[in-house]
Nanobody
């Protein structure tokens, strides 16, 4: 089970930090990632991290502003979001994969959290 936290409302230029905690049987969890879905749009990739943190990827829209990190011992992955823009608004989903690094390949993610809402106002 994946539980995401940390969403909220912020003004443009502000920051938020999302957390995702995996619980239960976590033996099958290796690569992890964040996706988001804006109203009326498809779910899109935001960031992904490999099982040991050695490989990381970002979508072009968030590169340089967002940072993904993880603590495997705590079964937790974070998404630090800085310089937020109104177009970052959406529901952010945490995802986990049995593969070592799923990156932007949505089909590689086996587990999904319930999502946390991020609203950025101008």
């Amino acid at each position: 089970q994946l539980q995401a936290y940390g969403g909220g409302s912020v003004q443009a230029g502000g920051s938020l930090r999302l957390s995702c905690v995996a619980s239960g049987d976590t033996r099958g969890i290796n690569g992890m990632g964040w996706y988001r879905q804006a109203p009326g749009k498809e779910r899109e990739f935001v960031a992904g991290i490999s099982w040991n943190g050695g490989s990381i990827s970002y979508s072009d829209s968030v590169k340089g502003r967002f940072t993904i990190s993880r603590d495997r011992a705590k079964n937790t992955v974070w998404l630090q979001m800085n310089s937020l823009k109104p177009e970052d608004t959406g529901i952010y989903y945490c995802a986990a994969s049995r593969t070592s690094f799923a990156g932007a390949t949505k089909s590689q993610y086996n587990y999904w959290g319930q999502g946390t809402l991020v609203t950025v106002s101008s």
